[in-house]
């Protein structure tokens, strides 16, 4: 029987599929609760996100900065730099992101945040699904707020 | 003999970077073609002063056609509409990394015209 995540993440990722291939964004399935992201920034750099749905929506997804193969999520020169949402501790801020908690991953910046009540948290504003959160990520990547690779 | 050796393989190397950048010369020659063709049949299908957009949105792909004279604001109420996104939220265009602002501008005041690729996104929703 499969899980309340698969299930979700079934039926979100349909939506963003539609997005991706109208956007020409990579993304490969690796499992029924994992996948791979390619997401293009202003100045024609990839960069790659492995997102595992483990436990979603209970929890947010994990949405990791990574390398093209999917195998590194440390080096530095697979993330970007920034301000605010592309926060210099390498990760996502954002309460959608469950590496953004620190009680998850030591390089969160919130020990302020409670995981259960991500979808309450103000600064979710209604970014509640997959396909809402890949758009976002795509929007600051291509906004004011990015401004490229980081040095490996 | 080393050298030869070496020398037969940077060769052999150079044959294939070759044969890659042929290939890929021959792909983006497609590409653009379909570009071409992809403008055409947007040329065919459009009236003057309507614009093609095709927004990603948090429950995948609109596309529609508008007056160029569409307020910004007009755009997100139908689009939030049609999609069945939720009303409470608020919700904003952004083109190219720009959020379209004010939205009570038009799509023509931000140099929209014809076709153009468009985000539609909560307000917010990062730190």
Redesign the interface.
């Given at each position: 029987m499969p899980t309340v995540a698969e299930l979700t993440v079934a039926e979100e990722v349909?939506?963003l599929r539609?997005?991706a291939d109208?956007?020409g964004w990579q993304l490969r399935a690796l499992d029924a609760v994992r996948f791979h992201l390619t997401l293009p920034a202003?100045d024609k750099s990839e960069f790659y996100l492995l997102v595992d749905c483990n436990g979603y929506p209970v929890q947010p997804p994990a949405w990791d900065w990574c390398d093209a193969a999917g195998t590194h999520t440390h080096r530095p020169a697979d993330k970007p730099r920034g301000s605010?949402?592309l926060?210099n501790n390498g990760v996502?801020?954002?309460p959608?992101n469950r590496l953004a908690y620190k009680t998850v991953d030591s390089r969160g910046?919130h020990g302020d945040w409670s995981i259960g009540e991500w979808q309450k948290n103000?600064?979710?504003?209604?970014?509640t699904?997959l396909?809402?959160m890949a758009?976002?990520i795509?929007?600051?990547l291509?906004?004011?707020r990015?401004e490229g690779k980081r040095l490996g | 003999m080393e050298n030869t050796e070496e020398l037969k393989r940077a060769e052999a190397h150079l044959e294939r970077a070759e044969a890659e950048l042929h290939a890929a010369e021959g792909l983006e020659r497609k590409a653009e073609h379909d570009v071409q063709e992809a403008l055409q049949e947007v040329q065919e299908v459009l009236k003057p002063h309507e614009v093609l957009l095709?927004i990603?949105?948090?429950?995948?792909?609109f596309e529609g056609i508008f007056p160029e004279k569409t307020k910004i604001s007009e755009v997100i109420e139908i689009v939030v509409d049609k999609k069945g996104l939720?009303k409470?939220?608020?919700f904003e265009l952004?083109h190219?990394?720009?959020v379209l602002q004010p939205t009570d501008r038009t799509l023509e005041s931000f140099g929209i015209k014809r076709k153009a690729?468009l985000?539609?996104?909560?307000?917010?929703?990062?730190?």
């Open positions: 349909a939506a539609e997005n109208a956007r202003k605010g949402f926060h996502i801020c954002a959608w910046p103000s600064h979710t504003a209604g970014c699904t396909a809402h758009l976002r795509f929007i600051e291509n906004g004011p990015y | 095709e990603a949105t948090p429950k995948g792909l939720d409470k939220d608020t952004v190219d990394g720009q690729k985000e539609l996104v909560a307000t917010g929703s990062g730190v």
